[in-house]
C-alpha cells in the first residue's frame, strides 16, 4: 500500500485546479483519474457541443486561455487539448486510466482502493464533478415499447437517431440546444418545458457572461444566503455557445418548427401527459429575465461605462391558446425520448456515512468532515463554483482549509 498526504479523485478541471492549489503548498498528492485527463469533455458530451462560456472565461489557477480568439467557444476536443495543457503546464501528479473502488475510513484518515492498488492517505478531495451521471425520471419506465430512451450523456448527433420524431424532455441548455440541432436535421420535435433560465447570448452588444462576471453575479458568496439549496437547484442558462445567434429560448425554437408543450407529469396507456403550467412557467422565466437585465442597467449606469448600445427587453415568451396536455408515444410517430433533465454526482464508490436522505452528499462549502472535500458543485461557494472560472476560487478555500486542519491535528 502505498501512503500520500492527500488523494484527489477526478482529473477535470476541479481536481486539476486542486492539484496546483496543493503543489503551491507543498502537499504531496496524487489525482487520480478512470480514464484520460479530461475524460467526460470527450466521452460524455454529444459532437456539436461547445463550451457556453467564451474563451477568455477559461481561468484556472496560475493559467489563462491564451488564444487567438478569446471571445469564441471551445469545441469538447479543444476543452480537453486546454486541461490537458494546464496538467502540463502544473506537473499536475496524474495516475490515468484507474478507477477508484472504494473509499472507506482508516484509522485518522482513508483508504483509497483502486483498480492500480489501494492508497492510504490523510485527505480526499472528491473532484469528479456535478455531472458524472444523467438523471432520468421514474416514469421513463413506462415508454411503450420500440420508442427509444436516451439521455445527453449517451446522444452524440442526430445520425444516431433512427428516422422518426423525437421528444425532448427538459428546457435548460442541453435540452433546447439538442431539440435545435434534431430539427435542424429534418426530424419533428416536441420540447417539454418545467421551470427554465431565459437569457440572451449577448445583452447591449456584450455577451451575457460578460455582465455576469463583470457585476460580480458570478462572484457573489453563498454564506451569507438563507436558501442556498434553492440557488444550488437552478437550472442552467437557455444558452448556446455561438456568438452569432442572439438567444435560443423557446421563442426561437418554436419559429425553427419546434412544438413546445409543458412539463412531462406522467406517461400512461402510451400517452405523455404534461402540465397546463407552460405559460406558467414561461412567464416568471421572462419575469427573472427582466429582473436580472434591470440590474445589469442600474450596475452599468452607475459605473459610467460607455460604448454600450442602448437597454432593450426581449420579446414575451409565445405560449399559445390551446396548449397540448398530452402526446401519443405509441403509433410510431415518436420514436425517440431524450432525457435532458439534469444530472447528478456518483459516488458509489464512497464507502462513508455523508449521505443525506435523498442522496447526496452534505457539505459545508464543500468541506465535508475530517479531511474530507468535495470541489466542482454547483454552487458550492460562490455562483460560478461548477464553471471552469469557478473551481479555483473555491480550490484556494479548501487546500487553505486542508493546511490548517493538518497544523490542527498535528497540534
Not at 68 to 74: E, I, K, N, T, Y
Not at 119 to 142: E, F, R, S, Y
Not at 264 to 275: D, K, L, T, V
Request: proline share 5%.
Amino acid at each position: 500500500m502505498r501512503h500520500i498526504s492527500t488523494v484527489i479523485i477526478g482529473a477535470g478541471q476541479a481536481g486539476l485546479a486542486m492539484s496546483k492549489c496543493l503543489s503551491d503548498r507543498s502537499v504531496t498528492h496524487v489525482v487520480i483519474e478512470r480514464g484520460e485527463i479530461a475524460h467526460a469533455w470527450i466521452s460524455e458530451r454529444w459532437d456539436s457541443l461547445r463550451l457556453l462560456t467564451p474563451n477568455w472565461q477559461s481561468r484556472l489557477p496560475g493559467y489563462a486561455y491564451s488564444g487567438d480568439a478569446p471571445d469564441g467557444f471551445m469545441t469538447m476536443p479543444q476543452i480537453a487539448e486546454y486541461l490537458r495543457g494546464y496538467a502540463a503546464c502544473c506537473a499536475a501528479p496524474v495516475e490515468e486510466r484507474t478507477t477508484v473502488t472504494s473509499v472507506t475510513s482508516q484509522g485518522f484518515g482513508y483508504r483509497v482502493e483502486t483498480t492500480q492498488g489501494a492508497w492510504q492517505c490523510d485527505n480526499v478531495v472528491l473532484a469528479t464533478g456535478a455531472c458524472a451521471q444523467a438523471q432520468i425520471p421514474q416514469l421513463a419506465h413506462n415508454l411503450p415499447p420500440g420508442v427509444a430512451s436516451m439521455t445527453p450523456m449517451s446522444y452524440k448527433s442526430p445520425a444516431q437517431l433512427d428516422p422518426g420524431g423525437v421528444l425532448v424532455v427538459g428546457a435548460s441548455a442541453s435540452g433546447t440546444q439538442i431539440a435545435a440541432e434534431l430539427r435542424a436535421a429534418g426530424h419533428d420535435v416536441t420540447l417539454a418545458v418545467g421551470s427554465h433560465l431565459r437569457a440572451p447570448r449577448s445583452y447591449r452588444g456584450r455577451d451575457i457572461q460578460w455582465w455576469l462576471d463583470r457585476s460580480g453575479v458570478l462572484d457573489a458568496c453563498l454564506d451569507h444566503l438563507d436558501d442556498i439549496d434553492r440557488i444550488r437547484r437552478l437550472p442552467s442558462m437557455q444558452l448556446v455557445g455561438d456568438a452569432t445567434l442572439a438567444a435560443l429560448d423557446l421563442n426561437t425554437l418554436r419559429a425553427r418548427g419546434v412544438q413546445i408543450v409543458g412539463r412531462i407529469a406522467g406517461i400512461r396507456e402510451g400517452y405523455a401527459q404534461f402540465s397546463g403550467a407552460l405559460a406558467n412557467h414561461c412567464a416568471l422565466s421572462d419575469l427573472k429575465l427582466n429582473r436580472l437585465l434591470e440590474s445589469f442597467d442600474a450596475w452599468a449606469e452607475s459605473q459610467t461605462l460607455s460604448g454600450l448600445k442602448p437597454p432593450h427587453r426581449l420579446e414575451p415568451t409565445e405560449v399559445g391558446r390551446d396548449p397540448v396536455l398530452r402526446l401519443r408515444l405509441d403509433d410510431g410517430h415518436i420514436r425517440t425520448v431524450i432525457w435532458a433533465t439534469g444530472y447528478c454526482p456518483d459516488f458509489h464508490w464512497l464507502d462513508l456515512p455523508v449521505f443525506n436522505a435523498k442522496g447526496g452528499i452534505d457539505h459545508t462549502f464543500g468541506v465535508v468532515g475530517p479531511g474530507l472535500y468535495v470541489l466542482g458543485m454547483p454552487a458550492q461557494q460562490r455562483r460560478k463554483s461548477a464553471f471552469i472560472d469557478g473551481v479555483g476560487a473555491d480550490a484556494e478555500v479548501l487546500a487553505n482549509h486542508l493546511i490548517h486542519n493538518r497544523a490542527s491535528r498535528v497540534a
